[in-house]
């Protein structure tokens, strides 16, 4: 009883042995073929599976992607931005000092010219402290003959006291005047020379009362100007002027101009593509009421926005009719150098080990490789990258899961698709 489980598990083992290992003779023995001919035959099938790509690697050892033909195309090469209008002026125009507004405002929206009085201020008590700075200098200049004649008298008080130190001198030496007397001239002397200098310092005096009086009276005058505030351009008002009979106070604000016959559109450029705008080119902005403008770049920053690492680019565009506002929204294009560019589904970027932004291609050998691009715009149903062959076949799906030198079996898509 004990041999009929050993046989049994015999003949399992052999069954086996012959569908494992054997099942290709096994099937040709039922088929009524030659079992070594087809042995040769499967060998001869696993050889050439093997060495079809001129490789060596066995086809189950590659990784399937889809990759794009990709051939490169003329770019329209314009720098594209988001950026908004800016009138070309703008002030706020503030009291500088501290007074009553005795004009009727301007009301906003109102056209302005230069020199058009905006705010008038109550003038108060100031014409009376011109009239006394221009008193105190006619006095002091009318002290400065006063102060010369003074001078005059001292330098002749100095010759007449040198003199007679001379005389006394000569009159000491030969024995005919006694010491009390040249001591005397001696003294008279000095006391002219000090004369001298308290008249110098006198005149000096009067000379700069005439400059205190001429400082007091321009003082005086520069207050009474800014008591009217007038228009510095030809502009619109953007706000009311001051209301009559309001207190303003220096830094108060009496109205704010902007001139819009001239306006600016503002955007900002990445650091990639800052290179391509250049003063002088032409641009066109679309705003969002859809109509088109066109002018010139007429500044390009050279320092970074340090939060956006982006450049501030400006466009003058001539607004004659005042159609275009302030603050509108604009889609910029600025024209740029044409050249050949490949257009991708931006799902094919992906980054390299050292972060660097590039393509996983197919190579020649029908491996995997990576290449560096430059992103130049990027748009809804893809992006324009340059540094690409003019031919290139871009892994546009299945580039994660594969990295430089792997095997690949790739499917074609062409870029119509």
């Known amino acids: 009883m004990r041999l009929i489980p050993v046989i049994t598990a015999i003949v399992v083992s052999l069954g086996l042995y012959f ?32 060495t079809a790509d001129g490789t060596g690697l066995v086809a189950e050892n590659r990784v399937g992607v889809v990759a794009l033909r990709s051939q490169a195309q003329v770019f329209d090469s314009a720098v594209i931005l988001r950026g908004m209008t800016q009138a070309v002026r703008q002030v ?4 500088e000092t501290s007074s009553t507004v005795i004009s009727a405002p301007l009301r906003k929206g109102k056209q302005v010219k230069v020199g058009d009085i905006l705010c008038q201020l109550d003038p108060g008590t100031r014409p009376a402290a011109l009239l006394e700075a221009q ?67 006198g005149l000096e005096t009067a000379k700069a009362g005439i400059e205190a009086a001429i400082a007091a009276v321009g003082s005086a005058q520069t207050e009474i100007e800014r008591l009217t505030i007038v228009a510095p351009f030809d502009g619109l008002l953007e706000s009311d002027s001051a209301e009559l009979g309001s207190l303003v106070l220096p830094g108060d604000l009496c109205a704010t101009v902007i001139q819009l016959d001239t306006i600016k559109v503002v955007g900002f450029v990445p650091e990639t ?33 340090q939060t956006t690492r982006t450049f501030e680019v400006e466009i003058t565009v001539a607004n ?41 291609i197919v190579r020649a050998d029908q491996t995997a ?21 003019e031919q290139a076949d871009v892994i546009i799906r299945g580039q994660d899961f594969v990295v430089s030198g792997v095997a690949l079996a790739p499917t074609y898509q062409e870029a119509a698709q």
């Open 273 to 305: 593509q800052v290179n391509r705008v250049t003063l002088g080119a032409t641009a066109g902005a679309e705003l969002a009421t859809g109509e088109i403008v066109r002018g010139q770049v007429t500044f390009v920053s050279r320092s970074a926005d």
């Open 135 to 201: 008193a105190r200098l006619t006095e002091a200049r009318a002290n400065i003959p006063v102060s010369q004649a003074r001078l005059e008298e001292a330098d002749a008080k100095l010759s007449e006291a040198k003199i007679n130190l001379i005389a006394a001198q000569k009159l000491s030496e030969g024995g005919y005047a006694s010491e009390t007397r040249l001591a005397a001239a001696k003294a008279t002397e000095r006391a002219a020379v000090a004369g001298v200098a308290s008249a110098k310092g």
């Open 320 to 360: 004659d009719d005042l159609a275009i506002r302030d603050g509108q929204t604009a889609d910029i294009a600025i024209a740029a150098a044409g050249a050949k560019a490949h257009k991708l589904p931006q799902s094919a970027l992906t980054l390299n080990k050292d972060g660097q932004l590039g393509v996983r």
């Open 92 to 95: 706020d125009l503030r009291a």
């Open 19 to 50: 569908l494992v290992i054997e099942r290709e003779t096994l099937l040709a023995f039922a088929r009524g073929e030659d079992p070594e001919t087809t042995s040769e035959t499967s060998a001869a099938e696993a050889d050439a599976a093997a």
């Open 369 to 389: 490789g990576f290449v560096a691009i430059d992103l130049l715009r990027d748009e809804a149903d893809g992006v324009w990258v340059g540094g690409l062959p």
